[in-house]
């Protein structure tokens, strides 16, 4: 029964903040919009003739989902297509950079994966730029897959983890830039105060990266959105998306 029952129950809060999110109403009204948007997405998100599905993070080891061994990052990839019912997976990502596992192993496994068709492309998230840096040459010196896109966080707030080396990398080798946290957990939509009083799953998240700087930035948004007559989330969005000419955004916070 739990098996059956948590899993929906999460479901229906999911549906029920994004409801929330884009109605600014609870309750039935908020759900409905959700299953809305589940209902239009879906198709879209999977496909109609062909399964298809965006991977972010997997495999085993530590508890952010680093692929440590070759086969984990095989066996992982088939876990999900049978969860999901695809027959390929479009994007599949190296959530972290397991430093403990050589670079050709993991580079092997995500050829292996594309070869055989599983796999469309393989991407990196959270690399330093020297680490990506290697790992594009050794594709390259090996034969096998690279990784297309990269998924740092970065946003009008966190900008040190990719501006800089990272960024000039990603334009030399023209690579996606997919960021995550792209909204600063919630802090650019203008939804919590410096007093953090709300109670959310994300709140010790936002205190990590919450300092002076940090809601200076919010206000500067915030005039700037008041300005154009817009929501701070559409100004922060636009600012990400002229940061490069390669920069694509990934929905949420």
């Not at 403990?100 to 496994?109: C, G, K, Q, R, S």
């Amino acid at each position: 029964i739990a098996e059956v029952f948590v899993p929906a129950v999460v479901a229906l809060a999911a549906l029920t903040f994004i409801g929330w999110l884009l109605t600014g109403h609870s309750s039935v009204a908020a759900m409905t919009a959700g299953i809305a948007v589940l209902v239009i997405a879906c198709p879209c998100a999977l496909g109609l003739a062909t399964p298809t599905a965006l991977l972010v993070g997997s495999g085993r080891g530590a508890q952010l989902g680093i692929i440590i061994r070759g086969p984990h990052a095989i066996e992982a990839s088939d876990a999900v297509g049978g969860r999901l019912r695809t027959d390929h997976i479009d994007v599949y990502y190296a959530h972290h950079d397991d430093q403990d596992t050589p670079l050709d192993e993991t580079l092997a496994a995500f050829d292996s994966l594309v070869r055989t068709g599983k796999v469309r492309s393989v991407a990196a998230s959270n690399y330093e730029a020297d680490r990506l840096e290697r790992a594009l040459a050794m594709s390259r010196e090996l034969g096998v897959a690279a990784y297309t896109s990269v998924q740092p966080e970065y946003n009008a707030i966190v900008r040190d983890r990719f501006e800089g080396d990272l960024r000039e990398l990603c334009l030399r080798e023209d690579l996606a830039v997919m960021p995550y946290y792209a909204l600063a957990r919630g802090l650019l939509t203008g939804k919590h105060s410096r007093a953090l009083d709300v109670v959310s799953v994300r709140t010790d998240d936002i205190a990590e990266v919450v300092n002076e700087r940090a809601w200076h930035v919010v206000d500067v948004v915030r005039e700037v959105a008041s300005g154009a007559g817009t929501t701070m989330a559409a100004v922060a969005l636009a600012w990400l998306l002229h940061r490069a000419p390669n920069v694509l955004l990934i929905p949420g916070t």
